[in-house]
């Protein structure tokens, strides 16, 4: 059972950082593709940015590049989003997710499994 747990959210202002954590369990973590997704009031869920499962590759949704950056701890079983410049855009509940396709390079379309989310408030 694959269990993933975000922390690291909270209340921010404008241009503010921010660094979520997703602790995951339940599987060798080092296997496998890791990402965020956010979903913003009365929107969608949109996906956010992840991490091959070697850290070789990162892919990141047009609205956050240069701002965000995802990366892993394979000892610590955890996956990182780093957020700078924040703006009030960006709040959202954001979701961790991990794939399902052993050394895969995104979680995209790997119909991942997703932790319960962690609220991020951006005040502007």
């Known amino acids: 059972q694959v269990q993933l747990v975000e922390s690291g959210g909270g209340l921010v202002q404008a241009g503010d950082s921010l660094r979520l954590s997703c602790a995951a369990s339940g599987r060798i973590f080092g296997f496998y593709a890791m990402g965020w997704f956010r979903q913003a009031p009365a929107k969608e869920r949109e996906f956010v940015g992840d991490i091959s499962w070697n850290a070789v590759n990162t892919n990141y949704a047009e609205a956050v590049k240069g701002r965000f950056t995802v990366s892993r701890d394979n000892i610590e079983n955890t996956v990182y989003l780093q957020m700078t410049n924040l703006k009030s855009d960006d709040t959202a509940v954001y979701y961790c997710?991990?794939?399902?396709?052993?050394?895969?390079?995104?979680?995209?379309?790997?119909?991942?499994?997703w932790g319960q989310g962690t609220q991020v408030t951006v005040s502007s």
């Open positions: 997710a991990a794939g399902r396709t052993p050394y895969g390079r995104t979680v995209r379309e790997d119909d991942p499994y």
